[in-house]
């Protein structure tokens, strides 16, 4: 049987609650697990640019090297060609990705520390994904910014933004009222934490969109503007409106 997803009525009620629960597990059983409706919900995800290409395959524990003390039964290795937004655009694909597997009741977390034992040029980032007995929590149990460093308005509109995961939780993204939008800028990290984390913070800021485009599926829409305020430590990403 072939399952079909779409972001209306209860499914996508159900993908922007995941958000308030979501937990990056690493505890995971040793169960299997039918990959089909996850290969069908990622033919149907929306990319925050069309134009860019990407792709991805899923592995199992023994197919890929890692350097994290934990591990799990499956991971969904990312491919994508490159340029100013592909990262951007990776993480935006595939933490709806994260937040349907959530919503069936399967674990996920990014892994920075992970490779393919084959070098692929295209390679850019691991998921790892499991059955798992502990992959939520309450909302309070949430450490992330004050509104008040993440954006210039206080607008609990950007509250599923507020709660996206990030590479050592670094949080890299703030928004800047444009109109009836917001300017999406990326925090320019310090020498010490560009060595670690800056790779992924472009992956960070399309998961923090994620969020943002499930809880307001109807609205929500990315451009790249020609004019727009430079903000000092920070790189703009693009334009919003939710």
Same mark, same amino acid.
């Given at each position: ?5 779409? @972001?209306?009525? +209860? ?11 979501? #937990?990056?597990?690493? *505890? ?16 149907? $995800? ?7 290409? /990407? /792709? ?35 993480? @935006? ?17 990014? $892994? ?11 390679? $850019? ?8 007995? *502990?992959?939520?929590? +309450? ?7 004050? @509104?008040?460093? &993440? ?5 609990? =509109? ?9 590479? &050592? *939780?670094?949080?890299?993204? /703030?928004?800047?009222?444009?109109? +009836? ?5 990326? #925090? ?5 934490? =560009? ?8 992956? +960070? ?10 809880? *307001?599926?109807?609205?929500?829409? @990315?451009?790249? #503007? ?9 790189? /703009?990403?693009?334009? &919003? =409106?939710?």
């Amino acid at each position: 049987m072939m399952f079909k997803y779409n @972001f209306t009525g +209860d499914f996508a009620m159900d993908l922007a609650s995941q958000i308030y629960i979501r #937990k990056s597990c690493r *505890n995971y059983l040793d169960e299997e697990i039918d990959m089909g409706p996850i290969h069908d919900f990622i033919s149907t $995800v929306k990319p925050l640019d069309e134009n860019i290409d /990407y /792709y991805y395959k899923i592995f199992e524990r023994d197919e890929v090297k890692l350097k994290t003390r934990w591990s799990a039964p499956y991971y969904l290795a990312l491919f994508s060609k490159g340029g100013f937004l592909s990262g951007v655009n990776i993480g @935006f694909v595939f933490q709806q990705v994260s937040l349907f597997m959530q919503s069936i009741g399967i674990g996920s977390c990014w $892994v920075g520390l992970g490779s393919l034992k084959e070098k692929n040029p295209d390679f $850019v980032i691991l998921i790892a994904f499991g059955k798992s007995d *502990n992959m939520t929590r +309450d909302v309070s149990g949430f450490k992330r910014k004050n @509104f008040s460093e &993440i954006c210039d308005a206080d607008d609990e =509109r950007l509250i599923p933004a507020q709660l996206a995961p990030s590479a &050592i *939780n670094s949080q890299p993204w /703030y928004f800047k009222r444009s109109g +009836d939008g917001f300017d999406v800028y990326m #925090k320019k990290q310090n020498l010490i934490k =560009r060595q670690f984390i800056s790779k992924w913070n472009p992956i +960070d800021v399309g998961i923090a969109l994620a969020h943002l485009y499930v809880a *307001n599926e109807n609205t929500f829409s @990315f451009e790249l #503007k020609n004019n727009f305020d430079k903000l000092k430590g920070y790189v /703009y990403i693009g334009s &919003i =409106r939710i």
